[in-house]
């Protein structure tokens, strides 16, 4: 019997019914089983459908503290997904809700991979015409060491072969300059590390010029840079998007040239740059298969990120991290 995905219910800015909705999307199109964590009444309110509930009495708002909420929220919907994984009720988790809290759930309920020193967080960032790049850690350890960045780097060629089909990722080292000489000691130090790795096919240093480009399949760095980069990328995407659509349809002559020529056009590209599109990143490292979705998923982000967990589930990504860890 295939085991469900464990659902967040309530988290995130549309929560309950965009994310009850698009587990509803997941379990009629994919034929996924979901079971839906959180609130009875407001997930029955929110139409779940035949779906599996597994209710609870307490949710971890987005301005909860993590590490506190998950000890003192021992009822919430994010323990209790993570819970539901750990003990075989479910193959995998998904949320879109507090993002600190969902790692801490993630690593306190279900565990640490062997010899895994620190999780980190794996996100696609699309690159028009070609396989998105996968960039971790996006936010999960603000400070790092060499010796972790180099298992982000092992945990990111593992992620991309499965989950993008790369035979051979590409591996960067995201710094200031191509030059092994430049960056910061923390960079110089991982990049003399990466050159003797077995395993990880290292490019070099890489720029955040190239985080966009099919040069690289995966670019590491810590989670304090990661994060930064990976904000400012979705910054300038809104507001370039937003610019273009105020001049493109500015008088009533050009709505309708956009209406009929260039949003057709345009259309396929926005849905590639969507971060829907993409369901969310995975927390690598932990002992299961834990998805993170931004907080402001639509049905669209959650039925693609439950998506995104069958696959990693049947992909054995979790196993196959341990093997190359352990190697």
Same mark, same amino acid.
């Given at each position: /019997?295939?085991?469900?995905?464990? !659902?967040?219910? /309530?988290?995130?800015?549309?929560?309950?019914?965009?994310i009850?909705?698009g587990a509803?999307?997941?379990?009629?199109?994919?034929?996924?089983?979901?079971?839906?964590?959180g609130?009875?009444d407001?997930?029955?309110?929110?139409?779940?459908?035949d779906?599996e509930?597994? *209710?609870c009495?307490?949710?971890?708002e987005?301005?909860?503290d993590?590490?506190s909420? !998950?000890?003192?929220?021992?009822d919430s919907?994010?323990?209790?997904?993570?819970?539901? !994984?750990?003990?075989?009720?479910? &193959?995998?988790?998904?949320?879109?809700? #507090? %993002?600190?809290a969902? /790692?801490?759930?993630?690593?306190?309920?279900?565990?640490?991979?062997?010899?895994?020193?620190r999780?980190a967080?794996?996100?696609?960032?699309?690159?028009?015409?070609?396989t998105?790049? @996968?960039?971790?850690?996006?936010?999960? =350890?603000?400070?790092?060491?060499?010796?972790?960045?180099?298992q982000f780097a092992?945990?990111?060629?593992? $992620?991309?072969?499965?989950? $993008?089909?790369?035979?051979?990722?590409?591996?960067?080292?995201?710094?200031i300059?191509?030059?092994?000489?430049?960056g &910061?000691?923390?960079?110089?130090?991982?990049n003399?590390?990466?050159?003797? %790795?077995?395993? @990880?096919?290292?490019?070099? =240093?890489?720029?955040?010029?190239?985080v966009? %480009?099919d040069?690289?399949d995966?670019?590491?760095?810590?989670? $304090?840079?990661? #994060? @930064?980069?990976?904000k400012?990328l979705?910054?300038?995407?809104?507001?370039?998007?937003?610019?273009?659509?105020?001049?493109?349809?500015?008088?009533?002559?050009?709505?309708?040239v $956009?209406?009929?020529? @260039?949003?057709?056009?345009?259309?396929?590209?926005?849905?590639?740059?969507?971060?829907?599109?993409?369901?969310?990143?995975?927390?690598?490292?932990v002992?299961?298969?834990?998805?993170?979705?931004?907080?402001?998923?639509?049905?669209? *982000?959650? =039925? =693609?990120a439950?998506?995104?967990?069958?696959?990693?589930?049947? *992909?054995d990504v979790?196993?196959?991290?341990?093997?190359?860890?352990?190697?």
């Amino acid at each position: /019997m295939t085991l469900p995905i464990a !659902v967040d219910a /309530m988290g995130g800015d549309q929560a309950p019914g965009e994310i009850v909705a698009g587990a509803r999307r997941a379990a009629e199109s994919l034929g996924v089983p979901v079971l839906l964590v959180g609130l009875a009444d407001a997930i029955a309110a929110a139409d779940p459908g035949d779906l599996e509930v597994l *209710a609870c009495s307490e949710v971890i708002e987005m301005h909860d503290d993590p590490g506190s909420s !998950v000890r003192r929220k021992k009822d919430s919907s994010l323990v209790r997904a993570a819970e539901a !994984v750990r003990d075989g009720r479910a &193959s995998a988790m998904v949320s879109a809700g #507090n %993002t600190g809290a969902t /790692m801490a759930s993630a690593l306190l309920r279900m565990g640490r991979i062997k010899g895994v020193q620190r999780p980190a967080i794996a996100i696609p960032v699309p690159v028009p015409g070609s396989t998105p790049t @996968v960039l971790l850690d996006a936010g999960a =350890n603000a400070e790092c060491s060499p010796e972790w960045l180099v298992q982000f780097a092992q945990m990111g060629t593992v $992620f991309a072969r499965h989950r $993008f089909d790369v035979a051979e990722p590409r591996v960067g080292l995201l710094s200031i300059g191509e030059e092994d000489t430049k960056g &910061s000691p923390l960079v110089k130090a991982t990049n003399a590390l990466l050159r003797d %790795t077995p395993g @990880v096919r290292f490019v070099g =240093n890489v720029e955040g010029r190239d985080v966009m %480009t099919d040069d690289v399949d995966v670019i590491v760095t810590d989670g $304090f840079t990661g #994060n @930064v980069v990976l904000k400012t990328l979705e910054g300038e995407m809104r507001f370039i998007q937003a610019k273009l659509l105020e001049v493109l349809t500015a008088t009533e002559e050009r709505r309708a040239v $956009f209406d009929s020529v @260039v949003w057709p056009a345009l259309e396929p590209l926005v849905i590639e740059l969507d971060p829907d599109t993409y369901g969310g990143a995975m927390l690598l490292g932990v002992d299961g298969v834990c998805i993170i979705s931004h907080g402001s998923s639509s049905a669209t *982000a959650i =039925n =693609n990120a439950v998506q995104v967990a069958r696959d990693m589930v049947a *992909a054995d990504v979790v196993g196959a991290i341990r093997d190359a860890i352990a190697a």
